[in-house]
């Protein structure tokens, strides 16, 4: 058996030799072999990312020359290039249970996808069998690195390296304009903002002279926070920001999602959006939580007053979709905007709460894309209005998407609902309405996911008439990503959304799952502890009391009540109550006053220019800039 340091660096090698393998084999083997090749791969990926993450709780054990673990963190100096007289001299790879358990959940999905993708694409390119799982592995190997570097620059390049690779498999379907110039618009976007986040790395280097997170936050503590300092943050959180698809950073999303293959949207909306958020907490903690960097209080009230932005936006977006793409796309907008808003707590029961959220989210998430495309190969569109009764024969379909959409109203006992629980039992005890917050975005998007469901797989109610918000793609004009839509349906299409969903219900009701994360997330946030480890210092015990990650009476009938409401909304749309009550005709006339004043301008600004969102991009920089300035 390997050393627990050596897992580290295998997390980032194993799916790059097996992309490397792939691209050298895919052009002599027959597809049968090229799957098993990739699935072989991912699973050796997750095998070996279980055994990292079990072994995170070992005694501390030191070898000057590799590193060292124990205390929940693993720490790797690739090439033996250790720490020289406290100056950083090489690549370490740092693993706590929160970043390996980030990789192991990357690893998981690209293994659900790679065996979803099975019999997806009927007709890969001739010649290049192994392109699309290669470039799978390639973007398991960026997102497993990103989790796990200890250093920013190298951050970076795993930023890059990701982004790259979800830039290719976004227009994988070279063939069609629209996924080539929704690439474009992706790649764009995140280009510039990685750009700003390299440029904030450089203005860091300057000031420490290091490129380590651990010695970068020890350096700054010989400086004042200064106009360097914020800037320095603003421009690294920039990266993060618009991965993480935090408004108004955001509005590349949809318009990936809408185009990208649904195997891709599966990853980017299951992990990838939430690397962004895991980005953001790691390097606040890391190298700006100290002396010389950000406040707490300016980083707490900036990115929860954007988090709580996101969320209403995303929920709001995601009501009024009828692409069920872009409907999912911007449910994880919301979703985004609560987890933003629980890590800008700094508190270790918010943290805890939203590791929770995001494993279940992954799970819930992933299924209902697979689920749509389960409805894009049998009828090639993903318009709820075209689809109108179009699934009654594909009753299981029908019934886990319905189940998906009760996981994300918050329906006890999936892991979302407990993470939610935990997450806004944290935020209540700081800002008294917070939990209403995420009862309301919770409701939206999952009554939306309901109200989809219902009409699609079951043609309840009438036929869905056009509102004044109908402003943009429908989804009936969507190509179909098979050539023959009368193939029988692939099994593993109907078989990996359910153990997808059995997972998402697994972290909500498994034993030991919640002090697990809790363990997790009071080691996420020990920052002294982080440093030491790195360091090659002795760590000081940590004192604090696991955070509270159970269901409490109050968590269970929040998470009742979101569920409720989302069942509540999901059947008044579908279903339009009776014009002669009088309570009736006020909803109808404050909803078509909301559609036509806020929800149709605020769709109006997801124009699908380029140009727009790169000015969005400086608009939201600039107004970073002068929040947090203005509280240091």
Not at 323 to 349: E, M, N, V, Y
Not at 382 to 396: A, I, N
Not at 582 to 603: E, Q
Request: with cysteine.
């Amino acid at each position: 058996m390997p050393p627990t340091v050596d897992l580290l660096p295998l997390a980032v090698a194993i799916p790059l030799l097996g992309a490397a393998v792939l691209v050298l084999g895919g052009k002599l083997l027959p597809r049968l072999a090229v799957d098993v090749l990739a699935t072989v791969s991912a699973a050796l990926s997750v095998a070996e990312l279980a055994l990292l993450w079990s072994r995170l709780d070992q005694a501390r054990t030191a070898d000057p020359g590799i590193g060292q673990v124990g205390g929940g963190r693993a720490v790797s100096w690739l090439g033996g290039w250790t720490l020289h007289n406290g100056q950083g001299v090489g690549i370490v790879l740092v693993g706590d249970r929160i970043g390996a358990g980030l990789a192991l959940l990357v690893a998981a999905l690209v293994l659900a996808v790679l065996v979803y993708s099975w019999r997806y694409f009927d007709e890969p390119p001739p010649g290049h069998l192994g392109t699309f799982p290669a470039l799978l592995l390639l973007f398991e190997a960026g997102m497993c690195g990103f989790a796990l570097t200890g250093d920013l620059f190298n951050a970076f390049v795993f930023f890059e390296l990701m982004g790259v690779v979800a830039y290719a498999l976004t227009g994988f379907r070279i063939e069609d304009p629209r996924p080539l110039h929704g690439a474009l618009t992706f790649g764009v976007v995140n280009s510039l903002a990685a750009y700003c986040t390299l440029l904030g790395i450089g203005l860091l280097y300057a000031r420490t002279g290091e490129l380590g997170m651990a010695q970068m936050g020890t350096a700054l503590a010989a400086h004042r926070t200064d106009a360097l300092a914020v800037t320095a943050f603003v421009l690294v959180m920039a990266g993060m920001l618009v991965k993480s698809a935090t408004v108004p950073f955001h509005f590349w999303l949809p318009d990936a999602h809408a185009v990208a293959p649904t195997p891709v949207c599966m990853l980017m909306s299951g992990v990838m959006v939430e690397l962004g958020v895991y980005g953001i907490a790691r390097v606040y903690l890391t190298v700006f939580a100290g002396p010389g960097g950000i406040p707490a209080s300016a980083f707490t009230h900036t990115l929860a007053v954007a988090g709580a932005l996101t969320a209403l936006t995303g929920a709001v977006m995601c009501w009024h979709q009828r692409h069920l793409k872009r409907l999912l796309a911007f449910s994880t907008i919301g979703h985004t905007g609560l987890w933003l808003l629980g890590l800008s707590l700094l508190d270790p029961q918010a943290t805890t709460g939203t590791a929770l959220y995001v494993a279940g989210h992954a799970g819930v998430k992933a299924a209902l894309f697979g689920l749509t495309g389960v409805l894009l190969d049998r009828h090639g569109s993903v318009d709820e209005h075209g689809l109108y009764g179009r699934g009654r024969g594909s009753p299981l379909a029908g019934a886990l998407f319905l189940c998906g959409g009760l996981a994300l109203a918050g329906l006890p006992p999936f892991g979302t609902a407990l993470g939610k629980a935990v997450a806004e039992h944290a935020a209540g005890e700081r800002v008294a309405w917070l939990p209403a917050l995420y009862v309301l975005v919770s409701a939206l998007t999952g009554g939306a996911v309901l109200r989809a469901g219902l009409r699609i797989f079951h043609g309840a109610g009438p036929a869905p008439a056009r509102s004044h918000s109908d402003v943009e793609t429908s989804g009936d004009a969507e190509e179909p990503e098979v050539r023959d839509p009368l193939r029988a349906l692939p099994l593993t299409m109907t078989a990996v959304p359910a153990v997808l969903l059995a997972a998402a219900l697994a972290v909500g009701v498994a034993p030991g799952v919640g002090p697990a994360f809790a363990a997790a997330a009071r080691t996420f946030d020990d920052r002294t502890g982080y440093v030491a480890d790195v360091r090659g210092l002795p760590a000081p015990a940590l004192l604090r009391a696991l955070p509270e990650a159970a269901w409490t009476p109050a968590g269970v009938l929040l998470g009742l009540l979101s569920a409720a409401l989302a069942v509540g909304l999901a059947a008044a749309a579908v279903w339009r109550p009776d014009r002669r009550w009088a309570a009736a005709r006020t909803v109808r006339a404050v909803a078509a006053a909301g559609d036509r004043h806020l929800v149709l301008p605020l769709r109006r600004l997801h124009s699908g220019l380029l140009g727009d969102y790169v000015a969005w991009l400086t608009v939201g920089l600039a107004a970073l800039l002068i929040a947090v300035g203005a509280q240091r």
